[in-house]
C-alpha cells in the first residue's frame, strides 16, 4: 500500500524505499459559492417587485441593515415627525391668530412663532413638558393633532426598541463565536478513510443542543452560460453534539458516499466544495442559530490529524484554542476508501 505525507505545495509519495517528490499544480482562482466567515457570495438582481417586497417586510428589513443606516433612519424619523406636527401646530397658531396678536386667547401657550411651534412639537413628543408651552381649550384641532401625535410617538417608539433589541440579539451576532477549522482532513479512523474538520463555541455560556450537516457542491458552467449547481449529502457520524469543548466533526467515507472511489490524486483534479454548517439553540436566548462555512478541495489536506488540545487537570478540562487549526501529519494510503478496502 502506498503511503503519503502531504504538504500545502509537495506531494511526498512513498513506495517502499523510493521517493518521488512533484509539485502540485496550483488551480486557478474559482469563486466560492459560501466564504470561510459564512456568508454567500450571491448578488440577485432584477428582483420583481424587489422595493415592495422589502417594505412589506420592513421589520426584517430594518434588521438586517447596517448599524448606521438604521440610526440614520430612526433620526430621520424622529426629527421629520417633529418638524410635520411642528409645521401643523404653526398653521393653526396663524390661522387663530396667535401670531399676530399676542393679547388674542392662543391654541397654544407661548406658540407664536415657527420656532416655538417645533419646539412645543418636540417637547410632546418627547414627553419633556419645560412647563410654559402647553394646550389651551380653545382649538379643538390642536387638541386632535398632539392626540394624534402622541400615539404616532408611542408607535415609533415602540418599533425603535424592538428593532435594536432584534438586532442585538441576532443570529449572525451569535454566529460569529462558532469558529470552523481552517482546513478539513482526511485520516484513518477506527480502519476507514475519514473526512473531518473541528467545530468550536468561543463563549463559556453554551448552546443547549446542536446539529452538524455537510453537503458537497457542484457547480458547472456550461459553454453556453448556463450554470448548474447540484448538492450531494454527506453522512456525519454523530451528528448531535453538545458543544461544550471543541468536537472533530467525522464523515466516513464509505459505500454511497461521494469520495468513496475519490483518490488523493482524484481529489487533487476534483472542482467541488464542501459546505458544512452547524445548526443550534442558544441556551442564553433560546433562539436558533447557524454557522457555516466551506472548504475547497485545496483546503481539505489528505494525510492530517487534528492535534489534540484539551488536557485534563485536577480541577479543570483546559483547552488550548491556540492548537485549534494546528494539525500533525500522519500515515494514509494514497488510494481511494473503496481501493483501500
Not at 503511503?3 to 523510493?18: F, Q
Not at 391668530?97 to 417637547?123: M, Q, W
Not at 458547472?220 to 448548474?228: D, F
Not at 483546559?318 to 478496502?341: G, H, M, Q, W
Request: proline residues 2%; charged residues 20%; glycine residues 4%.
Amino acid at each position: 500500500v502506498n503511503y503519503v505525507i502531504v504538504s500545502d505545495w509537495k506531494l511526498l509519495s512513498i513506495t517502499n524505499t523510493y521517493f518521488n517528490v512533484s509539485t502540485v499544480n496550483v488551480r486557478p482562482y474559482k469563486q466560492r459559492y459560501v466564504r470561510k466567515e459564512g456568508s454567500c457570495s450571491v448578488v440577485f438582481r432584477h428582483v420583481p417587485e424587489e422595493w415592495l417586497l422589502f417594505v412589506n417586510d420592513i421589520f426584517t428589513t430594518l434588521v438586517e441593515i447596517r448599524w448606521r443606516v438604521m440610526f440614520l433612519i430612526f433620526a430621520s424619523s424622529y426629527i421629520l415627525s417633529w418638524l410635520f406636527f411642528g409645521i401643523l401646530f404653526f398653521v393653526i397658531a396663524l390661522a387663530h391668530g396667535d401670531i399676530k396678536d399676542h393679547n388674542n386667547d392662543p391654541c397654544v401657550y407661548e406658540v407664536r412663532s415657527f420656532t416655538a411651534a417645533f419646539l412645543f412639537s418636540l417637547e410632546t413628543q418627547t414627553t419633556i413638558g419645560y412647563g410654559f408651552r402647553g394646550m389651551s381649550e380653545n382649538c379643538m384641532i390642536a387638541i386632535i393633532i398632539v392626540t394624534i401625535q402622541d400615539v404616532i410617538s408611542c408607535f415609533i417608539d415602540t418599533f425603535v426598541i424592538g428593532i435594536v433589541v432584534a438586532k442585538m440579539a441576532s443570529a449572525r451576532k451569535r454566529a460569529q463565536t462558532i469558529g470552523f477549522s481552517n482546513r478539513a482532513v482526511i485520516n484513518l479512523r477506527d480502519g476507514y478513510l475519514c473526512l473531518s474538520w473541528r467545530i468550536g463555541d468561543f463563549r463559556r455560556h453554551h448552546m443547549v443542543e446542536g446539529s452538524s450537516c455537510a453537503q458537497i457542491l457542484h457547480t458547472t458552467v456550461h459553454a453556453t452560460g448556463e450554470v448548474n449547481i447540484a448538492y450531494e449529502d454527506l453522512a456525519i457520524q454523530q451528528k448531535d453534539i453538545i458543544l461544550v469543548t471543541p468536537t472533530t466533526i467525522s464523515h466516513r467515507i464509505e459505500p454511497g458516499s461521494p469520495l468513496y472511489k475519490m483518490s488523493l490524486e482524484d481529489l487533487r483534479k476534483a472542482d467541488f466544495e464542501l459546505l458544512v454548517s452547524f445548526t443550534y439553540t442558544d441556551d442564553s436566548s433560546g433562539i436558533l442559530h447557524q454557522s457555516r462555512t466551506s472548504y475547497t478541495v485545496d483546503e481539505i489536506l489528505w494525510g492530517h490529524l487534528f492535534q489534540e488540545m484539551i488536557r485534563v487537570s485536577k480541577k479543570h478540562y483546559r483547552v488550548d484554542y491556540n492548537l485549534f487549526n494546528n494539525t500533525a501529519k500522519v500515515l494514509v494510503p494514497v488510494v481511494s476508501a473503496e481501493e483501500y478496502e
